[in-house]
């Protein structure tokens, strides 16, 4: 199995949360992560060291992924979480590894097709023997170019360590967003005005950000509360919501997404408010395990709610909780993954 990194989400709760569970089903399973991380860049300042800095950091990651694959001969099957370096014009791992009799299994959860690495993407779904996607609106991308073997594969989420707190938390109403840093860039805008939406219901609610930096912002006069975002804190950051958010713009890209923050608030027992953009219409069911809010009106009205029936949301909570652990867990698509690898692992060339 390989991965950009051991940390990123993609990384995490696509291919890294899996390897156990395999192993437990009596499968050999080796992990092999990217280093330098398919995320990092240069903290120098713009100008020719940071340039060259960069450089360098492309040249080891690509050194490092023709050391991973180096062997990939023993493997039955090779499950890769996107391509093997993100740089667009690197086009020659992939078809090396198919040169090699690898079978692949091409993994995905974002719209990555949508940039300027599409050509890229369909290349490796041609040579690919399966391909793994978050959702259906990524699986009709990839089934033009592996129509044999494709798979939708949610993003799910440990629903034994994402768990319910034993105690609603006291004080007052907090409504959270959780992710990172990267996702908070393109978030913020819809986030600040939901924030002042939650100013208008309840003037003492508050408004937690968690993510890994401190994205240091004052929206609309209130102080927007930051919790720094860790592996070891993460769950129980988002169990002292009292609501989960997720807004989305209704975009191409963010259709490509796959719900993963609605899981996670939903799996610890916290109503999920969310745009009902891509999956997170069917991950949610409205005014049941969280609420489907398109305008700001409706996330005005969703959030009145919350706030006005707090004795309510743990009902909401634990119908959400029920549906994640049905739908959403490691458990409820191990064997639809297992049976993709099982699969690919036993077919020919994708022709």
Not at 95 to 114: E, G, Q, T
Not at 205 to 232: C, H, M, Q
């Amino acid at each position: 199995m390989l991965s950009g990194s051991m940390t990123d989400p993609a990384s995490r709760f696509r291919i890294l949360q899996f390897a156990e569970p395999l192993r437990a089903r009596g499968h050999e399973v080796a992990v092999r992560a990217s280093v330098p991380s398919r995320q990092w860049k240069s903290a120098l300042p713009d100008g020719v060291f940071r340039r060259m800095h960069s450089g360098l950091g492309a040249a080891g990651r690509l050194i490092n992924a023709v050391w991973r694959i180096r062997d990939l001969e023993k493997f039955d099957v090779v499950m890769m979480n996107r391509d093997l370096v993100p740089e667009v014009k690197v086009r020659f791992l992939e078809p090396w590894m198919y040169s090699r009799k690898a079978k692949i299994v091409f993994d995905f959860d974002d719209a990555i097709h949508l940039g300027p690495r599409r050509e890229k993407i369909e290349g490796i779904l041609k040579l690919s023997q399966g391909a793994a996607a978050g959702n259906d609106t990524l699986a009709a991308f990839a089934r033009a170019f592996q129509p044999r073997r494709c798979a939708v594969i949610p993003t799910v989420a440990d629903t034994l360590r994402w768990v319910p707190q034993k105690e609603r938390r006291a004080g007052p109403f907090r409504a959270g967003w959780s992710g990172s840093v990267g996702s908070f860039s393109l978030a913020a805008p819809l986030l600040k005005k939901i924030s002042e939406c939650l100013t208008e219901v309840d003037q003492e609610a508050e408004f937690v950000l968690v993510l890994e930096k401190d994205p240091r912002v004052n929206w609309g006069g209130r102080r927007v509360i930051y919790r720094r975002w860790t592996e070891r804190s993460e769950v129980e950051l988002i169990q002292d919501f009292d609501v989960g958010l997720m807004p989305l713009e209704d975009s191409p890209f963010e259709r490509g997404k796959c719900g993963l923050k609605a899981v996670q608030y939903m799996a610890c027992g916290i109503p999920a408010l969310v745009s009902p953009v891509g999956v997170n219409r069917e991950i949610v069911n409205h005014d049941k395990t969280g609420f489907h809010c398109s305008t700001f009106d409706q996330w005005r009205a969703s959030l009145t709610w919350a706030v006005q029936n707090r004795d309510k949301l743990a009902q909401m909570g634990r119908a959400g909780r029920e549906r994640a652990v049905k739908f959403y867990s490691v458990d409820a698509v191990l064997a639809a993954l297992e049976d993709l690898l099982k699969t690919a692992s036993e077919g020919g060339a994708n022709v």
